[in-house]
Structures are given as structure tokens and as C-alpha cells.
T-cell receptor, first 113, second 108 residues
Framework: NAGVTQTPKFRVLKTGQSMTLLCAQD?????MYWYRQDPGMGLRLIHY???????AKGEVPDGYNVSRLKKQNFLLGLESAAPSQTSVYFC????????????FGDGTRLSIL | RKEVEQDPGPFNVPEGATVAFNCTYS??????FFWYRQDCRKEPKLLMS???SGNEDGRFTAQLNRASQYISLLIRDSKLSDSATYLC?????????FGAGTRLTVKP
């Protein structure tokens, strides 16, 4: 079982460039999440989705957009990358509620120069 | 304002030791709590859910104290493989907060 798969694993961008991070899950989960993890700050929720076609803001949504056109995929977009967005990004999913355990992808390391 | 606080450690303990971590939360309405384990440069993985009555899974025991608003994780008979960062999570409706983690190193 693949579980939650994130692509790419690593990326280096220049300030102002745009990119999309892809998250795919094969567990038929309704809920999906995007986090960023910075040293000393733990995981912070960027956006999440409670089902196909829905998205909602998390704790730190500014500078990011998301889309959930298909149940299995959750895309995170950076329209104009900034150095402050250098981080490790994790995608996760849970079956049908935010109160359930989450399954994480193995992360995307993003550096903005 | 941090809503979930953990002692960052590091906790350095010998093999076989018992070690306990606490995690305080500020939202008295929080409904669900979890402990995750994260190895260096890896993704978080669920260790335990935390139930009101407390729960145990082998060498690991989780407790919830609603009156004092903290959850705890007790690890008995520590193994070298327990070395990791332990993250606590509290969930209230659609708001979920992770602690910054407590680092544990178990030494031979």
C-alpha cells in the first residue's frame, strides 16, 4: 500500500517562481491536510479539505492556494515563492474526521533562494 | 500565543529507563488528543490516541488530565529505537494544533 505520496521530494526555487506540490492518497480518505514544519515550531496547518471539491484555511494560509478536484489528490500551490516559505511540507489524510489519526506523506523539502 | 506546549528536551536516558513527557494545552474544549513519533528527517507517525480513561500499548502509556489541561506519555524500559521526537496534538472541531515536539535520545 502506497498510503500518502508526495511529489516532488525536493525542490529549489528562486524568489517569485511558482510551483505546485502534489499529494495523492489511496486509502479513500475524505480529509486531507497540508502542513509546513519549521525548526522549533512544530507542524502548522496551511489548508485542509473535508472532501472532494472543498478547501478551508488553516493556521498559516497566506501565500498558498489549494485545490481538491479529485478525492485522492490535494494540491498545494505557491504562486510567487518567498524565502519565508522555505520549509518542509507534509501532506496527510484521515478517514472521515479531523478527530481521527492522520497518515502522513514523507514530505517535500522546499528551498526558496 | 502557543496553544500546545511541550518541553523540547532533549531527554537523554539510558536503555531500560522510564521516561515521561507532558504536553499542556490551552483550549479547555479540545476533544481529541494524540501522540505522534517523528524520526529525524522523516514524517510523523501515529504512536497513540489518548483516551479520557488513559490507555496503554505495550511499554507506552498515555494519560489525559482535563482538570490541569495536559496529556502525558510514559515510556517504560526504553529501547535505543525509541530515540525520536514525540509530538502531541490536540483537536477541537476543525482546529488542530501540534506541539513543537520533545526530543528523546536513548543511549546504550
Amino acid at each position: 500500500n502506497a498510503g500518502v505520496t508526495q511529489t516532488p521530494k525536493f525542490r529549489v526555487l528562486k524568489t517569485g517562481q511558482s510551483m505546485t506540490l502534489l499529494c495523492a492518497q489511496d486509502m479513500n480518505h475524505e480529509y486531507m491536510y497540508w502542513y509546513r514544519q519549521d525548526p522549533g515550531m512544530g507542524l502548522r496547518l496551511i489548508h485542509y479539505s473535508v472532501g472532494e471539491g472543498t478547501t478551508a484555511k488553516g493556521e498559516v494560509p497566506d501565500g498558498y492556494n489549494v485545490s481538491r478536484l479529485k478525492k485522492q489528490n490535494f494540491l498545494l500551490g505557491l504562486e510567487s515563492a518567498a524565502p519565508s516559505q522555505t520549509s518542509v511540507y507534509f501532506c496527510a489524510s484521515s478517514a472521515y474526521s479531523i478527530n481521527q489519526p492522520q497518515h502522513f506523506g514523507d514530505g517535500t523539502r522546499l528551498s526558496i533562494l | 500565543r502557543k496553544e500546545v506546549e511541550q518541553d523540547p528536551g532533549p531527554f537523554n536516558v539510558p536503555e531500560g529507563a522510564t521516561v515521561a513527557f507532558n504536553c499542556t494545552y490551552s483550549n479547555s474544549a479540545s476533544q481529541s488528543f494524540f501522540w505522534y513519533r517523528q524520526d529525524c528527517r522523516k514524517e510523523p507517525k501515529l504512536l497513540m490516541s489518548v483516551y479520557s480513561s488513559g490507555n496503554e500499548d505495550g511499554r507506552f502509556t498515555a494519560q489525559l488530565n482535563r482538570a490541569s489541561q495536559y496529556i502525558s506519555l510514559l515510556i517504560r524500559d526504553s529501547k535505543l529505537s525509541d530515540s525520536a521526537t514525540y509530538l502531541c496534538v490536540d483537536v477541537n472541531n476543525n482546529d488542530m494544533r501540534f506541539g513543537a515536539g520533545t526530543r528523546l535520545t536513548v543511549k546504550p
